[in-house]
């Protein structure tokens, strides 16, 4: 075994308790609760949510590579909810809710952009970048005491991590830093505000939103649904809760599962990703055991060659493994260092049994030929990565394949084929195991803020 990677269960990749990358103890109380699958289809339990889930959590709403100059907007829905996110004349990001104070209008009616101001269609009247109401069409027709107030934009709690932008509709939740159950650095070390959106795509899927989470929140399914995987990537993840709901997995790439035999053949996914990391396949001496560790090695000297100086504050792990970090509630993101995977799980504004898999895959374009894109991105070859463009959004509709690769459409597949399962009355309800400790996590968080949002 290549050193510092072992596969055994619980996976511990034996980072120092003082690294990002360290192995968090596994909580003692963390149950064996069984929930009713009622959850993940009735109606009840979706409009719970919306009274007590939504609201109070911290809602990632955007990036801000996609609002660099003042004036630029981009939009963001979430069910019955849609935000604007407008960049500032001083810098700053102020979120509103996109609705007109006159009738009730959508302000805003494309996805992005950049505007002196907003302009309702309905009548004209027309806001600052700053939610401000500037002017009243034929303001004489009104009485002067019905607009005293100059109504505005109303303005909802916004913050910034990172590069990643957060809304929060409840006055009273607790601030964005303390909310991000993550520990300082985290996020900032992958320095997303460098990166741009190279594509997006958001598809329809015919499943509740926990039901989509559930399936990317575990790699235990790996060898079942996506055994083409196994040459180049280890199933058993190192699983890491955090407070708030937050939670990871470490998927160790760049080595063949524990399950197949043959340590020594090198697989050629994993010549392939030793290529995108600037070593010849053909020279490497090594066996399958040492690729990991070789395309380490590679990329740390990349770094320094292309002047990446993020890449000195990641681990070596990091540099080939995926951290699939999980965003309470409703976010999960791969984070790698040549870019980050967005995935956000959108409900459905009516359809407990419907939601929309919103995916921004972000990269930090480097002018070298010799420092391309990861193939796990599965990017379409006329793609613009440079970032010169912000590409539009892609909309699928459900029963298209969202063209995300072979993986995520096994992924289509067996989500519709959960839901239809779970509603059946022969389902008593989840049976997690260990390795399924961050579905526990996630759904015992929807459950407290239920149940504290019930009492208050
Ligand atoms: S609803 Fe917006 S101006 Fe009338
Ligand atoms: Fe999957």
């Known amino acids: 075994m290549a050193e510092g990677f072992r596969a055994e269960w619980p996976m511990d990749l034996g980072a120092p308790k003082t690294s990002l990358e360290a192995k968090q103890s596994r909580p003692k109380d963390i149950g064996l609760d069984v929930p009713s699958p009622s959850r993940y289809y009735s109606r009840e339990f979706m409009e719970l949510e919306w009274k007590h889930v939504w609201p109070r959590v911290w809602l990632l709403a955007g990036v801000t590579p996609d609002i660099k100059e003042p004036g630029d907007f981009t939009l963001f829905s979430h069910g019955h909810e849609e935000f604007i996110i407008a960049r500032q004349q001083d810098g700053s990001i102020k ?4 609705v007109c104070p006159h009738r009730g209008n959508r302000v805003c009616l494309v996805e992005q952009g950049s505007v002196a101001n907003f302009s ?7 806001f600052g970048c700053d939610g401000k109401l500037e002017t009243v069409t034929e303001e004489k027709t009104f009485d002067p005491a019905l607009l005293k107030h100059r109504p505005g934009l109303t303005e909802v709690r916004c913050g910034v991590i990172g590069g990643l932008i957060f ?4 006055g009273k939740a607790p601030p964005l830093r303390e909310w991000i159950g993550l520990p300082p650095g985290y996020i900032e070390n992958y320095e997303i505000e460098n990166m741009n959106v190279v594509r997006h795509v958001r598809s329809e899927w015919m499943a509740n939103w926990k039901t989509g989470i559930d399936a990317f929140y575990e790699t235990y399914h790996l060898p079942h649904i996506h055994p083409q995987t196994q040459g180049v990537m280890e199933d058993y993840s190192q699983i890491d809760l955090y407070p708030n709901g937050f939670s990871r997995m470490i998927v160790p790439i760049g080595v063949k599962s524990h399950r197949i035999a043959d340590r020594a053949t090198v697989d050629p996914y994993q010549k392939f990703m030793m290529m995108e990391a600037g070593i010849d396949p053909e020279t490497f001496d090594g066996s399958a055991e040492d690729v990991r560790t070789a395309i380490q090695k590679s990329k740390r000297a990349r770094g320094k060659q292309f002047g990446l100086d993020y890449y000195d504050r990641l681990t070596d ?5 995926s951290w699939a970090t999980g965003y309470f509630p409703n976010v999960q993101i791969g984070m790698h260092p040549e870019g980050v995977f967005i995935m956000r799980f959108q409900p459905h504004p009516t359809d407990p049994e419907r939601f929309y898999y919103d995916n921004m895959t972000m ?8 420092y391309t894109t990861p193939g796990w991105m599965g990017l379409p070859k006329d793609i613009d990565v440079t970032g010169a463009v912000r590409p539009e959004i892609e909309h699928v509709p459900a029963g298209i394949r969202p063209n995300l690769g072979e993986v995520l459409d ?4 067996l989500v519709a084929a959960v839901q239809r399962g779970v509603r059946s009355r022969g389902f008593r309800g989840p049976l997690w195991g260990e390795q ?21």
């Open 317 to 321: 792990g990091q540099l080939t493994d």
């Open 95 to 98: 979120a509103f809710y996109n």
């Open 120 to 126: 309702c269609p309905f009548h004209g009247w027309k």
């Open 410 to 413: 096994q992924d289509v597949e």
């Open 167 to 170: 809304i929060n509709m409840d």
């Open 363 to 370: 990269f930090r374009f480097v002018d070298d030929p010799g």
């Open 436 to 456: 399924e400790d961050r579905l526990r996590h996630f759904h015992r968080e929807i459950d407290r803020l239920i149940a504290s949002g019930r009492k208050s």
